[in-house]
C-alpha cells in the first residue's frame, strides 16, 4: 500500500512537473545547495508550485554574486533607450540602427517578418535589444507596465521559437514545409551569437526584473529552463572561431558565474574560460591586432577579454586568468591608440564603422581603470591632463601589417594608416595597400566602409560595391579586386628625412604590387607605386577623396581640394608611361546602411607584358606652394615642390 502510495505520488509529481512549463528545470539545477533546502524539499515531496515560489523567494533575496556590467543601485535610462523601451510598448522593436524607424512586429507578434531581407534584420531581432531598455526603464519609473510588457513578450518569443534540433540534423532529408520554415528561423533565432547575446542580457534582465510582482514562480522557472537550454545549445555548437566564438565563451563563462546553481555551471565557466584563454594565444598576433583585422572587432575583442576578467575578478576567480593573458590585452590597447584619429575615428578598413570621440573616451577610461599603471592610457582617457604620451611618433604593427606615419598627437598632427598585412577574415576588404590621411582635423582620404554585411541579392551586390578594391586606395588590374592579400614588408624605417614604409602583395596572378611610402620631413607624401611581373591589361591607382568639390586638372593628373578654412591637400600622379585620370563613382559609408557621395578618381595606363609601370604620387598640403614634379631614376625618386627639391632613395 506505502509503495503504491509513493508511485502514486511520483506520478502526480511528474504529471505536475509536465504540466508546468519549464518544470523540469528542478532537475537541472543542483538543489543541495545552500538556500536552496525548501525549494528540495518541496521538490521531494512533487509540489512543484511551491518549488518554484520558494525558488523565486531565494533568488530575490540571493546575496554573494556580483554582476559586473551594470550598476544596479545607478541605473540609467538614456533617452535614446527610453525611446526603445516605448516603442517596444507598441511591438515596434529597436533591432537594428542602420533600420531606423523601427519596424512594428504586429499586435500578435510576428517573429518571422523579415521586411528588408538582410540577415542582420533578422539575426538581431533575435538579440532582444529592446528588453535591457525594458528592464531600464521598469527600474528607473517603477512602472509595472515596462515588467509586463518584458514577460509577455519573452514568454511570447519562447512558445514562438522552439528549438528542435532533431529537425536540423534531419536538414537535407525530407522535411515538410512547415518544417522547413522551423529550420529557417532556427538558424536566425537560434544562431550561437545570437543565443549568447540573450544569454549576456538577460543576467541584467534578470536582476531586475525579479523583483517585480509581474515575475512569478511560474515564470521564472519557464526563465531558468529556457536559460539552461541556451547555455546548453552554445555548449554544443561554439563558433569555429573569430570573434563569435569570444563572445559566446565570454558570455557562457558568465552564465557559468552568475548561476552556480545549474548542474552545468562549472562546466559553462571552465569551458568558457578555457576558450578565452586559448584564443587570446590564436586570435591575437604578437603585435597586438586580432587576426580578423577590423578596428571594431579588435576593440570588441578588447572588452570581451576585459568583461570576463573583471566578472571573474568580482567573483574571486581573477587567477583564472594568468598574467599573459592581462599583458596581450594591454598590447591590443596601444594598437587602438595608435591607429585613432585625433577625432575618435579609426580608419574604416574592413568591416569597421566610425566611432567618435566620446565613445573613445569612454572605452580609454574603463581601459585605464583595467590598466592604471599604464601611462598612455591614463594620457588617451584624460585627453592628455594624465599620464604621458607614447613616447614615439610613426610606428609599425608589423604581424597585422599596419603602419602608422604621423608627425605628432594632437589634432593638428598629420596622421596616415597604411594597410598591408596578411590574409584575414570576411570582415577583411580585399584592400591591401590602401591608407586613409588625416591632416589637421580632416580625413583626406577615408576608406569606403562596409554599408551592410549580407542578405538577399540586393543586399549583397550593395555590400560587393563597397568591398571592390577599386573603391580604396590601392591599385588594380583591369579594375578588377585583388586575387591574393598577403602583404610582405620590404622596409620600415627613417631615411633621407622621411619616414619610410614599403610593402609587396602579390595581388594577381603576374603581378606583384609594392609600394612604398615615404613621409617627408613630417610634412608631405610620396608614394611609389610599382607593378610588376608578366600579367597584362591596365593597371591603375585610385584614390577617393573625402566629400568635397576638388579643382581637378586631368592632363597633369592632379588634384587640390579647396576647404575655405584654408586646410587643404594637393595631390599629383606621375608615370612612368602615359596615364589617364579618370573620374569614379565614390561612396563613404561611415557607419551601417548610411553613405555619402564623393569624389574619387582613378590613375591608369596599359601594362604590356613583362614591363613593370610605376606611378609616383606625390600629396602635399596646400601651404606648399609651386608646381609639383617627380621622376624616379636609379633607385631614387626626384621630387621638386616649388623651389622644394628632394632626393628619396628607394629602400
Ligand atoms: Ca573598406
Known amino acids: 500500500m506505502k509503495t503504491l502510495f509513493l508511485s502514486l505520488t511520483l506520478i502526480v509529481a511528474s504529471l505536475s512537473a509536465a504540466a508546468m512549463p519549464g518544470g523540469d528545470v528542478f532537475r537541472k539545477l543542483n538543489l543541495d545547495g545552500k538556500g536552496l533546502e525548501k525549494v528540495k524539499t518541496a521538490v521531494a515531496v512533487g509540489d512543484t508550485t511551491r518549488a518554484a515560489g520558494e525558488l523565486l523567494s531565494y533568488y530575490r533575496s540571493r546575496k554573494g554574486i556580483v554582476l559586473t556590467g551594470i550598476d544596479l543601485d545607478r541605473v540609467k535610462l538614456p533617452d535614446d533607450e527610453r525611446m526603445m523601451a516605448d516603442e517596444a510598448l507598441d511591438h515596434r522593436f529597436f533591432v537594428h540602427y542602420g533600420y531606423q524607424p523601427s519596424f512594428f512586429y504586429g499586435d500578435d507578434i510576428d517573429w518571422t517578418y523579415w521586411p528588408v531581407k538582410d540577415n542582420e534584420l533578422r539575426w538581431q531581432l533575435h538579440r532582444h535589444k529592446w528588453f535591457i531598455a525594458l528592464a531600464k526603464a521598469y527600474k528607473t519609473t517603477g512602472d509595472e507596465k515596462y515588467a509586463k510588457a518584458w514577460i509577455e513578450q519573452y514568454a511570447d518569443w519562447m512558445d514562438k ?22 529550420v529557417e528561423n532556427m538558424s536566425f533565432a537560434w544562431r550561437p551569437l545570437e543565443v549568447s547575446h540573450r544569454l549576456q542580457e538577460q543576467l541584467t534582465i534578470f536582476a531586475i526584473m525579479i523583483n517585480s510582482p509581474a515575475f512569478t514562480p511560474e515564470f521564472l522557472v519557464r526563465f531558468l529552463d529556457e536559460y539552461e537550454m541556451h547555455a546548453g545549445h552554445i555548449m554544443r555548437n561554439f563558433s569555429a572561431q573569430g570573434n563569435h566564438l569570444l563572445f559566446e565563451a565570454q558570455r557562457v563563462a558568465f552564465a557559468g558565474i552568475y548561476f552556480p546553481e545549474f548542474r552545468g555551471a562549472r562546466e559553462w565557466l571552465q569551458q568558457g574560460i578555457g576558450i578565452l584563454n586559448e584564443q587570446i594565444g590564436r586570435q591575437v598576433y604578437a603585435d597586438g591586432m586580432q587576426f580578423e583585422l577590423d578596428f571594431g572587432y579588435h576593440m570588441a575583442s578588447i572588452e570581451i577579454f576585459l568583461k570576463a576578467l573583471r566578472m571573474a575578478s568580482a567573483n574571486g ?132 566602409g562596409c554599408y551592410v554585411y549580407s542578405g538577399d541579392d540586393k543586399v549583397q551586390a550593395e555590400r560587393e560595391w563597397f568591398r571592390q578594391t577599386r573603391v580604396h586606395n590601392t591599385l588594380t588590374l583591369d579594375g578588377a579586386d585583388i586575387e591574393r592579400t598577403d602583404s610582405k614588408l620590404l622596409y620600415w624605417g627613417h631615411s633621407c628625412k622621411a619616414d619610410v614604409v614599403s610593402t609587396a602583395n602579390p595581388s594577381y596572378l603576374g603581378l606583384t604590387h609594392t609600394r612604398t611610402v615615404f613621409f617627408v620631413e613630417g610634412e608631405f607624401l610620396v608614394i611609389v607605386d610599382r607593378a610588376e611581373g608578366d600579367a597584362t591589361g591596365k593597371v591603375a591607382l585610385h584614390y577617393g577623396l573625402c566629400p568635397c568639390e576638388p579643382k581637378i586638372d586631368l592632363a597633369d593628373a592632379s588634384l587640390e581640394t579647396l576647404f575655405a578654412d584654408g586646410n587643404n591637400i594637393r595631390l599629383q600622379v606621375f608615370c612612368n608611361r602615359p596615364c589617364t585620370m579618370t573620374s569614379e563613382e565614390g561612396w563613404l559609408s561611415p557607419s551601417y546602411r548610411s553613405k555619402t557621395e564623393r569624389p574619387a578618381f582613378s590613375f591608369g595606363c596599359p601594362k604590356p607584358g613583362n614591363a613593370p609601370v610605376e606611378f609616383i604620387t606625390v600629396i602635399a598640403p596646400g601651404e606648399m606652394s609651386g608646381s609639383i614634379s617627380a621622376s624616379l631614376v636609379s633607385g631614387k625618386v626626384k621630387v621638386s615642390i616649388g623651389r622644394r627639391k628632394y632626393e628619396l632613395a628607394m629602400p
Open 161 to 182: 521559437n522552439p528549438l528542435d534540433t532533431t529537425l536540423f540534423r534531419k536538414h537535407g532529408k525530407l522535411l515538410t514545409a512547415e518544417q522547413q520554415a522551423l
Open 317 to 448: 576567480m581573477r587567477d583564472a586568468f594568468p598574467p599573459s593573458y592581462i599583458a596581450t590585452v594591454e598590447r591590443m590597447i596601444e594598437v587602438v591608440w595608435n591607429v585613432t584619429f585625433p577625432d575618435g575615428s579609426q580608419p574604416l578598413f574592413g568591416d569597421h564603422k566610425t566611432t567618435d570621440k566620446n565613445e573613445m573616451l569612454k572605452k580609454f577610461r574603463t581601459w585605464e581603470q583595467a590598466f592604471p599603471e599604464n601611462r598612455q592610457i591614463a594620457w588617451f582617457a584624460s585627453e592628455g591632463k594624465r599620464g604621458e604620451r607614447p613616447a614615439y611618433l610613426s610606428h609599425a604593427f608589423k604581424t597585422s601589417g599596419f603602419y602608422i606615419l604621423r608627425n605628432g598627437w594632437n589634432a593638428a598632427s598629420t596622421m596616415m594608416v597604411v594597410k598591408a598585412g596578411p590574409p584575414a577574415f570576411w570582415h577583411n576588404q580585399p584592400d591591401n595597400g590602401t591608407f586613409e590621411l588625416w591632416r589637421k582635423g580632416r580625413n583626406f582620404f577615408p576608406d569606403s
